[in-house]
DNA sequence: CTGTTAGCGCATTCAA
DNA sequence: TTGAATGCGCTAACAG
């Protein structure tokens, strides 16, 4: 059947074209100086020869791969499939393909794991990367500052001075502006429930709580998570439960722990949003799921992998970009039943 | 701050440590044929320089790239953020870093993603491939024959005689099992939501229901989706309405379509499980979250990404695999509520 | 417009 | 044990 051969080189097809293989090479990258009658007869042989560059051989000899890693560094996986994350994930995957680069997501959710992904940095696996990271784990940062090659993150951290550019989305005023929703709605007393406290975002949106509720801020309705997951959510209700007949709201870092409010709530004997309103935070398709469906703040993750892609292609191009800079991504507020 | 001095190469290495560069190229591939003193000079050296191979040029000369690529294939990204999808990755990643592999992975959702990824793999981008594809598009398959590069894939097809090895679940088995399980519990007159057509897993169900159900079966009972997802499941629902005082029972080919299913039954007032019940498929982190809990078929993705890249490794490490052998991976019922 | 040549950074064979 | 030489497949600069 298929003849077990060795792959064509550049070499094969200049001599089955009868050429010599730098115009072989300057016809493959599109170099004008090649005469259409060369270039049809390269064009058959390639076609015989079923021919394909390899991508190391390219690599080495114009210094550059054409790839962009997209690395996802996670706690744990559950973080990984979060709908957050696959969105931006696709668009990045989109937007750097049509400006030619292929991009491959790499996955740190471990010592060794990371430890391997640095190495790779560090040998000029990719032209640039896009780091996604759900963590407060800086060190994959440093491998970057010698890799020298362009780096946009998706998060700044919580003192708002990023090492590289950052594409975020406004967390603080998100969480300000649904926590004012509630108070304008008449909630009077308000509980909040804190992500976990590695997770800039976490750190962020506490901040917004913060800044709606000013003075009343009171530390002691505030439930600090391990995680971002349904089941802390159950455990702040249960937390609450001795003072929840005097609280009107609870709002919460994302919609999983929400929903995981909501349940617990429900098990209590409270209505929501009646007798106990409750908010979310990314609007994640659960959001949908729940029963009331949530009110929560909705974040564009496809923008996210648009905007950090296009940040990066233009570092890619040369273009100047500031080390600082970070990019805010709005967020609005989505009215449905849970507040 | 930073000297932008150039990365050093294996010569400057060399230099340093006062030794040739085959020297140190072979002390870095761990050739026992170099001198205690060499080495120290040579570590100190590497120390120094703060050298790391060139990926490129290692992989040019070895004709080896250590990597392999976990192509998803899907029709939409929601598919991506399957939980299936995200720990058969993690898991996959974890058993190929262990053996050296540094795991890559490309996202395949349109024509031309796909197009691009088949230009990678004929210029042998990896050592392998792990093709996780949840669609029955074939294009890439014929890709690989001409890479000749080990392929594992995700999913035997319907007709059961694959191209290359697969590890898949038991989804015939599964099926019939739960539809079994219904019928034991009394359940005379059952319906079905099918999958999508593309999916040869949704095919298999199928067949899995048909089996159990024999002469009964009743085409006029069988919805069939257009996609996975919560909302076939509400469509499914409204186009039994007419029969559906007839109907004990509700088997669905996933979770998600499961969930819509109740969403809609509840809806009309019907009560699960006591007016009908209902089956989903996949144990995904949703059956836990409808009210009542789903009972459903559990395969273990973990498992599955830790077999796919166990028997990619084996054909890596040049052992023989026949290319139609199928591994099946068992499924199990578990019992919640909601049948 | 095209052929020739010199690397890209490293692995590996052959001598020494 | 080590140094020197050759080649992996391709790009790019230089002649012509």
């Known amino acids: 059947m298929t003849t077990e051969r060795k792959k064509a080189t550049i070499r094969d097809v200049a ?35 079923q021919y394909t560059p390899n991508k190391a051989a390219r690599s080495l000899a114009q210094q550059r791969t054409s790839m962009v890693a997209f690395i996802v560094q996670v706690e744990s996986i559950s ?7 696959s969105e931006a994930m696709a668009n990045a995957n989109q937007t750097l393909g049509e400006a030619g680069y292929q991009m491959v997501t790499l996955i740190a959710n471990s010592e060794e794991s990371t430890q391997r992904i ?11 990367y896009l780091m996604f990271s759900l ?24 003192h708002n001075t990023t ?54 801020f009171d530390d002691g309705l505030v439930y600090y998570a391990d995680d971002w997951e349904i089941n802390s959510g159950e455990l702040a ?50 959001a949908l799921m729940s029963d009331p469906k949530l009110t929560t703040v909705r974040q564009d993750s496809s923008l996210h992998g648009r905007e950090m892609s296009q ?7 040369g273009e100047a970009v500031d080390d600082h800079t970070v990019t805010m991504l709005p967020t609005t507020i989505v009215e449905r039943q849970s507040a």
Chains 1, 2 share one sequence.
Not at 79 to 85: F, K, P, Y
Not at 118 to 128: E, R
Not at 188 to 208: F, M, T
């Open 15 to 49: 001599r089955m074209a009868g050429v010599s293989y730098g115009t072989v090479s300057r016809y493959l990258n599109g170099n004008e100086h090649v005469s259409s009658s060369a270039a049809e007869r390269i064009a058959k042989a390639i076609e015989e020869a």
């Open 79 to 85: 973080t990984l499939m979060q709908a957050s994350v």
């Open 118 to 128: 640095a190495q790779l940095v560090q040998s000029d696996f990719a032209d640039g």
């Open 135 to 158: 963590s407060e784990d800086d060190s994959l940062l440093n491998i970057f500052r010698s890799a020298n090659r362009p780096v946009v993150l998706s998060e700044s951290n919580s």
């Open 163 to 216: 090492p590289y550019p950052a594409v975020d989305f406004a967390n603080t005023a998100g969480q300000r502006d649904i926590t004012n929703y509630l108070i304008e709605r008449g909630c009077a007393k308000l509980a909040y429930v804190c992500g976990p406290g590695y997770s800039p975002s976490s750190i962020k949106r506490l901040n917004g709580f913060k800044q709606a509720m000013g003075d009343r």
């Open 237 to 286: 209700a249960v937390a609450f439960q001795p003072r929840l007949d005097e609280v009107d709201a609870i709002a919460c870092a994302n919609d999983d722990i929400a929903i995981g409010v909501i349940n617990q709530l429900h098990r209590f004997g409270y209505r929501v949003p009646d007798d106990i309103a409750v908010t979310g935070f990314d609007d994640s398709p659960i």
């Open 311 to 317: 940040l990066l292609l233009s570092m890619l191009r």
